[in-house]
């Protein structure tokens, strides 16, 4: 129950847009949307565990910096990764290093369980720092700008709306949960009684976003074909930054960027 | 509108409706649930294109591409049955002024927001997730997001079910200032308590209009006695 708890948690720290104006959120959208590109660029095509180290180092140094929340993204990633990633360590084959039972962890498992987690705590920590210190109407216009198809950018955004609507309905479900079977915890019960509601409950919420898209359509969402033209602009120094860490990691991963990710 | 019919697949939800609106009527939809009283309110905000017979809304014929015009959009809003769907931002304030940014001018858009979040005495929760708010403070949020860009024609799908006696009477009360100020509104219930400010009544049973008449008949017609919906 805490595990799950704590996944709610950090899906909901990635869906609020910190009100109070940080440094960050006064950086463009669009500057900020091309800087998350470039690092999800690196964290696709750098293998180098140390370079992908030292990129998720300057992504915690950022947010240590301006946007501290952040790291209450992170709390979801054992959930997502672990269950790969545990796996990975024993069936990747490979030189033996300890063994357990009957399984057999191998330094390559290690190794591509490592990458794994690096890489998904980049992704987290790049993409919260973004959503966190942008409203989503301005992330929103400047994937338009970027020339995103609209209904890629509709689906995007009802599938976010989606993950954070449904997170909520199983916490209140929890609580639900709870409130009827204190000082029994243990009862399993109570999942097997829950289980079907649950899916009940997803596949009312997923009815529900044709109406969502009613009611934004009602109020004027993706009308015309970008009317109000935005001024672009674009923040050199901060993008600099990030190219400038580009080109570090890229030295430092060495060899062929287009080898296979692992 | 003439003979409207509205299918969901191949299930009949609305069938040979015809009828007129004229502006400044407070018109109750009234019907058992089901009775396809919301596919019908879709119809009128020209966010669904009937399946059979043809209606015009603001004097243009509803299509497809109506349903995406922005001057018809500026002129209708809709205030859903379920407040988390109509309310999809990450904040309250966000949500109130989704419409006048989009809408409206943005020079503008501030200010509208603020004043209709004022009138639903909602300002205070602005900062706050849609989510986290009670049952009645996101059903006035959900009205504020729709008042907020000051729509002529305002439908009302179930705006009380789930109300206290409080939320009704504060609803009531801006049922009456709205109409005050002239603007059309069309308002579906299955609850035949409140309707003192209709003008007009329709009520609809398996997708069809089985009265439309004044309002006082509703409380002597034993035809409507009959049809169990007094
Ligand atoms: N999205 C949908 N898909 C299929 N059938 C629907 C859908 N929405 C409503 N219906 C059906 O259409 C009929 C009318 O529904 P509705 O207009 O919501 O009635 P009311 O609002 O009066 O309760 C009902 O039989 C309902 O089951
Ligand atoms: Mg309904």
Redesign the interface.
């Known amino acids: 129950m805490k595990f799950v708890n704590a996944t709610l948690k950090s899906i909901k720290a990635i869906e609020k847009v910190d009100t109070s104006r940080s440094l960050l959120s006064r950086v463009n959208p669009e500057t900020k949307l091309l800087s998350l590109i470039i690092v999800l660029f690196l964290m696709i095509f750098l293998h180098s565990l140390f370079a992908l180290l030292l990129l998720l180092l300057f992504l915690v140094v950022e947010a240590l910096l301006f946007e501290r929340g952040v790291f209450a993204a992170w709390l979801f990633v054992p959930l997502f990764t672990g269950m790969i990633a545990i796996p990975a360590i024993f069936m990747v084959p490979g030189e033996p290093i300890f063994h357990f039972y009957f399984l057999t962890a191998t330094y390559e498992g290690l190794r591509a369980a490592a990458l794994l987690i690096i890489r998904t705590l980049i992704a987290v920590t790049a993409v919260t720092l973004l959503t966190k210190t942008t409203r989503w109407e301005d992330v929103i216009a400047s994937l338009e700008l970027i020339r995103l198809p609209r209904v890629f950018i509709l689906i995007l955004f009802l599938t976010f709306r989606y993950i954070f609507f449904f997170a909520r309905i199983i916490e209140s479900t929890l609580l639900s949960i709870k409130s009827r079977v204190i000082g029994k915890e243990k009862s399993t019960s109570t999942w097997k009684l829950y289980a079907p509601l649950i899916g009940n409950l997803f596949v009312k919420s997923y009815e529900m976003q044709e109406k969502v898209y009613m009611s934004m359509l009602s109020r004027g969402f993706m009308l015309t074909e970008s009317e109000k033209k935005r001024d672009v602009h674009i923040t050199w120094s901060y993008l600099a930054v990030f190219f400038a860490l580009a080109i570090v990691l890229v030295g430092i991963n060495g060899g062929a960027l287009w080898q296979l990710p692992l | 509108m003439t003979n409207v019919g509205y299918s969901y697949d191949d299930h009949v939800a609305l069938k040979n409706v015809t009828m007129q609106i004229e502006k400044g009527e407070v018109v109750y939809l009234i019907g058992e649930n089901g009775a396809g009283k919301s596919t019908l309110l879709?119809i009128l905000?020209a966010?669904y294109v009937p399946t059979t017979g043809t209606a015009k809304i603001f004097g243009k014929k509803l299509t497809e591409k109506l349903?995406?015009?922005?001057e018809i959009?500026?002129k209708?809003?809709?205030v859903?049955q379920?407040p988390?769907?109509?309310l999809?931002?990450?904040?309250v304030y966000?949500d109130v002024a989704?419409?006048p940014?989009?809408?409206g001018d943005?020079a503008n858009a501030e200010k509208m927001a603020e004043t209709a979040m004022r009138r639903m005495n909602i300002w205070h929760l602005r900062?706050r997730?849609p989510?986290e708010l009670s049952e009645g403070e996101k059903k006035r949020a959900s009205v504020a997001?729709?008042l907020s860009?000051e729509p002529e024609f305002i439908l009302f799908d179930e705006p009380t079910a789930n109300m206290d006696v409080k939320g009704r009477h504060e609803f009531a009360r801006l049922l009456h200032e709205l109409k005050e100020e002239g603007k059309t509104m069309v308002i579906a219930t299955h609850l035949l308590g409140d309707i003192k400010e209709a003008t007009r009544v329709l009520v609809m049973q398996s997708g069809e209009v089985v009265y439309d008449g004044a309002p006082d008949v509703i409380e002597n017609d034993s035809k409507l006695k009959s049809l169990g919906l007094l």
């Open positions: 879709m905000a966010l349903t995406k015009d922005v959009r500026k209708i809003g809709v859903f379920d988390d769907v109509q999809f931002s990450p904040t966000d989704f419409a940014r989009h809408l943005d900062d997730h989510y997001t729709v860009y």
